[in-house]
């Protein structure tokens, strides 16, 4: 596996995570939402991931990239992950009682949005240690080129 390679999979992943945050953030910024465009409090939602593949036809792909029988243009994705959909979470909404709350039902209920500030936190803390830790094989990738390109001069 080449430098570029590694790089490209850390950078999928990079990618990956930091809109991963990027929606624990809007979640954690709707906690209190209890009306939006579609009606009803706001759903909270999660991200699913995908691996990009290594298939053996995307292996000899690659194989005759590196030898230029195909055009560089059509360059084929090895490895690393993508971001497939953004769901929204399907558990109930948190029965709150504020009968002055202006979408408070005849009971006095307001639905608050099913975000737990907790479990956000400690999703975005899993988040931050899978960036920081394709951060650091980046640089360790780095730090590898430069000691090659140390050893050819």
Known sequence: MSFLNTLDI?????????????????N?????TTRTEEGGPYRRKLVVFQERGLTFQSQL???AQRYNYV?????VPGGGVRVEEVIEDESDF????????PDADEDGYVLMP???RAEENVDLMAATHSYNA??????????????ASEILK
């Open 134 to 147: 394709n951060i650091t094989t980046v640089n360790v990738i780095k730090a590898m080129a430069m000691k």
């Open 28 to 32: 954690i910024a709707n906690i209190d």
């Open 94 to 101: 948190i029965p709150v009682y504020n009968p002055s709350h």
């Open 61 to 63: 792909d690659k194989a």
């Open 71 to 75: 055009n560089q243009k059509d360059r």
């Open 10 to 26: 850390s950078a999928s992943s990079l990618t990956a995570e930091r809109f991963r945050m990027d929606i624990i953030a809007q």
């Open 114 to 116: 099913n975000v737990d």
